[in-house]
């Protein structure tokens, strides 16, 4: 197993992530077994509990794990699927560390930072790597992310278990990747400083990076690289600039350009071979056509949305048209905002506030015949519009929001849970899908597996009613209504699930694909 272990310096959200995930793609082109474990060194035992306003995108993992949004972004660049094991906090940590203590595993001995935490961590790391398969090939290289800056109080121990890895194997074992920022001062001229900086705090805990990733606003001249090699001890072929792209799936073909791939390879005594193209080419072909997608927001950050915005973006461009997301917050739109996109999207979310102007997106979506798209609380928020405004329950409502025909209601199995952490329905669940329905023409299949995260869904006690009504659920995994579709409109669809976290840039996901499509068609019908 060969390790690249990659850190940040100078200020965190440089983009850690889309640099070790570009770097895992670059040797995935030539044919190489990768996987990834990002280490996050907050106390929680993982991101469900944390706000998304303040943390970005909770990414569900096929085991139901709840994890940083990095790891979706190593499961698209890389086209693996990972599980909770590959995402490593310091609350997991100290919690099996003082679990071992509890049971007498140390013998009475006195439990410290180094040996006990920093052992656990480096097992944690290589039992991850060692048993990861990815369709029945076993990894041969294992991106490690550390998470934070350098500097930082609570890395420490992860960069220390790092300083003993990197001792402990083989040289041609391991790479350390560090990466930071090269600012521009007021006059316009990038500055150096920061960079060399980082890499003192950085050699000051014991470690030496082999390769510098700077991130800048334009490429780095010869003179910047230069000055960083000779201060920071790294040759001047390790120095890479990484400038702002326009596309993050563009970041490795930008990385090969600095040669970053043969810097890798050599560090790590891996064979030089052939690249295959074919990734890079689908990640930048042209558009021909554009489409405006609104999505009815209630958290006022874009990163909570990360996983939509990718899928709509591959859906996109198998379809050669670039979607452009236009942001309308649930509680303040107007009607006339939606009059003027091409498609309506509700994501998902939680909690009562901002719930009024996703029931009124849907509606206006439904009557006025604009293709619609609902996910999780979107789904929900569709039954809930449905049975108000066509069966007549003025009152429907879900039982997360309080009294009336609660015609979403809790499942039974979240009835008597207290804990909030990992307890809700998550991860991969199958789903029977319905012959001669939309979703059957979207997923060409009877059954699909797709991932979830939601307590409530549809009340069994309305089903049929909805059903009568004209709701048609053409998606269900036993008694539990999956996805919901109205025959009579153009495109009206939502899922319980959430299609997102399994889309691909080469693999886009089904009902986003026809979501793209029917906004295309709108478009055109608009037109005319």
Known sequence: MKYIFVTGGVMSGLGKGITAASIGRILKNRGYQVTAIKIDPYLNIDAGTMNPAQHGEVFVLSDGG???LDLGNYERFLDIELTSNHNITTGKIYKSVIEKERRG???GGTVQIIPHITDEIKACITRTAEEFENNGHRAEVCLVEVGGTVGDIESMPFLEAVRQMRGELPPHDTALVHV???PADTMGDLKTKPTQHSVKALRELGLRPDIIVCRSDRVLPMHSRRKISDFCDVPLNAVVSAADAPDIYHV????????????????????????DAEWYRTVTEDYTNRVTIGIVTKYGIEDVYLSIKEALKH?????????????LDAETYESAELAEVDGVLIPGGFGKRGVPGKIAAVRYARENQIPFLGICLGFQMAVVEFARDVLGYEDAISEEFGEGTQVIAILPEQEEVTDLGGTMRLGNYPVEVAQGTRAWSLYQKKDITERHRHRYEVNPGYIEELKEGGL?????NGNRMEILELPSHPFFFATQFHPEFRSRPTRPSPPYVGFVKACMEHKNQKHQ
């Open 315 to 327: 859906a996109g461009r198998s379809l050669s048209a670039e979607v452009q997301i236009r942001w």
């Open 252 to 275: 490795p073909m930008e990385l090969e350009k600095e040669g970053a791939a043969n810097v890798v390879l050599d560090l790590l005594d891996l064979e030089k071979r052939g690249v």
């Open 105 to 107: 595993d140390f013998l």
């Open 180 to 182: 930071t920022l090269v």
């Open 66 to 68: 709840e994890v940083d």
């Open 472 to 476: 048609v659920f053409s998606g269900t």
